[in-house]
């Protein structure tokens, strides 16, 4: 039965019921105020038919609200189409393949914190430095973030890289801009991890933006010359030649002479491990910047390149001997090699000073926290470390050989 058949005959029964009403008003009526002696039989007929009447309507009653409770029971025993989106309760179970899922599919609930986070705080040595606690402040002029971090994974290599500006500069007035830059990279094929970590001094007023463009170079032309003469033909001289004369153009375009851009270098080609697992990297540099491998059983980062500062003297000197770009014929460079799970470092010597610094345990932490590869966030903290007297912008890419497969 349709909809509009229904409503049809719900009219027709309600008009059935009026009249039946109707008469049975008018026989009461005429039942009561009419003398029964002159019109008796007239009375009688009319009192047979309002019963008549009333019977009958029960008794069609009874009939139409039995025929409509049978029809109700039939439409509930039918499926019905679903008119609402059932509520979506959490059950833990295997997901489903993604190209089996349903078209159609009511959103998970977000699932809750399990645990609190990780604790992010940077380590503290000794009583840690009181600039520490400074306040962050920015320069006058519009300089790179003064954080800034990558992860990555290039064939068996795994890198993590952090650069922090130091609490010297950081909390200065005014301000200086981060003076470390690195650049990560790889070759076309994977095949081989390219890492540049340069420092500007802080004696040029742009060498934020020398260590930037010297980095930046760097891995481009390491690039260029892995596809020409191959990982066996780097050359640190000619590299750094060409990396000089770009950072001379760029302190040029800003109308500055080449010490206001000074900058020192260290550059990095890892080769993909061999049969065994064994890894060769070459390493050139320029500068105090400096190359530092970890063995993992054994708790100790050691210096592999890098122009090792004079720790005999009283006060040790920051002064460089080699710079770009004014000498960039004093680079130099050489090979290593890494066993499966050990780690080569570049850092500079916001890194290199503490770990070289025998009478603190930084090195020794620092080699126990990297052991392994660590999340991003967690490097970020380690390279933000409080130590006395360490108050210059650090930077660290550690690329960690994990063998062949």
């Known amino acids: 039965m349709s909809r509009g058949d229904g409503r049809r005959d719900d009219l027709m029964d309600g008009r059935v019921r009026a009249v039946l009403l109707v008469a049975v008003v008018i026989g009461a009526f005429i039942e009561v105020g ?12 009319f009192a047979l038919a309002a019963v008549g009447v009333v019977g009958a309507a029960a008794v069609l009653g009874s009939e139409s609200a039995a025929t409509l409770a049978r029809q109700r029971d039939r439409l509930e025993q039918e ?6 989106v059932p509520v979506c309760r959490y059950v833990t179970g295997p997901a489903a393949p993604q190209h089996q899922a349903p078209q159609h599919q009511a959103p998970r609930p977000q699932p809750f914190l399990r645990e609190r986070p990780t604790d992010l705080s940077v380590p503290r040595f000794g009583d840690g430095a009181r600039a520490q606690d400074y306040p962050w402040l920015l320069p006058e002029r519009t300089a790179q973030n003064g954080i800034a971090a990558d992860e990555a994974t290039v064939g068996a290599f795994t890198v993590r890289a952090a650069s922090v500006i130091g609490p010297g500069h950081r909390c200065a007035r005014p301000a200086e801009p981060r003076q470390d830059s690195y650049r ?26 020398g260590a930037t463009t010297a980095s930046s170079q760097a891995v481009t032309l390491l690039r260029e010359q892995i596809e020409t003469v191959g990982f066996g033909g780097l050359d640190a001289k000619e590299l750094y030649g060409r990396i000089a004369e770009s950072v001379a153009a760029h302190a040029a375009g800003r109308g500055v002479g080449t010490a206001h851009v000074a900058t020192v270098l260290i550059t990095a080609v890892l080769a993909e491990p061999d049969a065994n697992g064994v890894a060769e990297a070459w390493v050139g540099w320029l500068g105090d910047s400096s190359a530092w491998t970890l063995d993992p059983r054994v708790p100790l980062w050691r210096i592999s390149a890098g122009d090792a500062k004079d720790r005999t003297a009283a006060v040790v000197s920051n002064e460089v001997a080699g710079r770009l770009p004014d000498t960039p014929q004093l680079a130099r460079d050489h090979y290593l090699t890494l066993a499966p799970g050990a780690a080569l470092a570049l850092v500079t ?6 770990w070289a610094d025998t009478a603190g345990n930084v090195n020794e932490y620092f080699a126990n926290a990297w052991r392994s590869p660590v999340p991003a966030t967690r490097f970020i903290a380690d390279v933000g470390f409080d130590a006395p007297q360490c108050l210059d912008d650090r930077t660290a890419v550690v690329t960690w050989n994990g063998g062949r497969a």
């Open 349 to 354: 010597d916001g890194i290199g000073d503490a």
């Open 184 to 209: 990560i990279g790889r070759s076309r094929d994977s095949r081989y991890a390219i890492v540049a970590v340069a420092d500007g001094l802080s004696s040029a007023a742009w060498s934020d933006a």
């Open 79 to 84: 499926p019905q189409p679903r008119t609402t």
């Open 34 to 45: 009419t003398e029964h002696r002159r019109y008796g039989l007239l009375v009688d007929v």
